[in-house]
């Protein structure tokens, strides 16, 4: 089994894993830094693309 699988722990309701999905949707969207953005996370890259286009032009 994959390490990060492994470390989920066992789900034990789902208000449970409601609160373990919005954690790891935090971590994913705000204190990652991928390559593929610049190093950015993706909160900082969407926060950035919004500001250099508005959204008139996001149709």
């Known amino acids: 089994m994959p390490a990060t699988i492994s470390r989920i722990g066992s789900i034990?309701?789902?208000?449970?894993?409601?609160?373990r999905i919005d954690a790891f949707a935090h971590l994913y969207n705000h204190d990652r830094s991928p390559g593929a953005l610049g190093g950015r996370t993706s909160a900082e890259y969407l926060?950035?693309?919004s500001q250099e286009t508005p959204l008139s032009q996001m149709d």
């Open 12 to 19: 034990t309701s789902l208000d449970h894993l409601n609160e």
């Open 47 to 49: 926060t950035l693309a």
